[in-house]
T-cell receptor
């Protein structure tokens, strides 16, 4: 299995609070991605990274920011969480020249 | 924009039944196509893929053929097992390098013994 961990695995927070989710990889892959999974929508791309300090927006980036200061870590931040951001968040990685993405176990976030 | 449409679920079958999960896509270019599977409580895993028209992807008894003329990539298996119970996602990607996947909504499959 690809070495991808996500932390925390579960989090309950209140509206208006900041939240940071962490994705850590041990594969030294270049590309990292954050998706959210919601019923009826499949997975939707939030942000992705193509290298250290290189990131770009995905389909549903509003309300989210990301940072990648090291190859192995990709952080997703909700500056002020809202109930609409209650979801399961997945991190994924892929290598240069590869078209398979490897997914982490997910983080279930509940915003009350 | 680019999109993927899967058949509505959930799908419930008996063990050893034939499975088809329909997937059609809309894309401006020539995408690569994927089926991912999600077992309960886990992340997604790549099941199979096809990168050009008429390619057939296969794995674990599952097959899907890239049909450019019908913009489809239907998933099939001749004889399903209880262990195949999972959620299946069809996806496409157009970009080389950073593979920005576009997913269908997922189809939940339950196999009864």
């Amino acid at each position: 299995d690809a070495g991808i961990t996500q932390s925390p695995r579960h989090k309950v927070t209140e509206t208006g609070t900041p939240v940071t989710l962490r994705c850590h990889q041990t594969e030294n892959h270049r590309y990292m991605y954050w998706y959210r999974q919601d019923p009826g929508h499949g997975l939707r791309l939030i942000h992705y990274s193509y290298g250290v300090k290189d990131t770009d927006k995905g389909e549903v980036s509003d309300g989210y920011s990301v940072s990648r200061s090291k190859t192995e870590d990709f952080l997703l931040t909700l500056e002020s969480a809202t109930s609409s951001q209650t979801s399961v968040y997945f991190c994924a990685i892929s290598g240069s020249g590869e078209d398979e993405q490897f997914f982490g176990p997910g983080t279930r976030l509940t915003v009350l | 924009g680019d999109s993927v449409t899967q058949m509505e679920g959930p799908v419930t079958l008996s063990e050893e039944a034939f499975l088809t999960i329909n997937c059609t896509y809309t894309a401006t270019g020539y995408p690569s196509l994927f089926w991912y599977v999600q077992y309960p409580g886990e992340g997604l895993q790549l099941l199979l893929k096809a990168t050009k028209a008429d390619d057939k992807g296969s794995n674990k008894g599952f097959e899907a053929t890239y049909r450019k003329e019908t913009t489809s990539f239907h998933l099939e298996k001749g004889s399903v097992q209880v262990s195949d119970s999972a959620v299946y996602f069809c996806a496409l990607s157009l970009i080389q390098g950073a593979q920005k996947l576009v997913f269908g909504q997922g189809t939940r499959l339950t196999i009864n013994p």
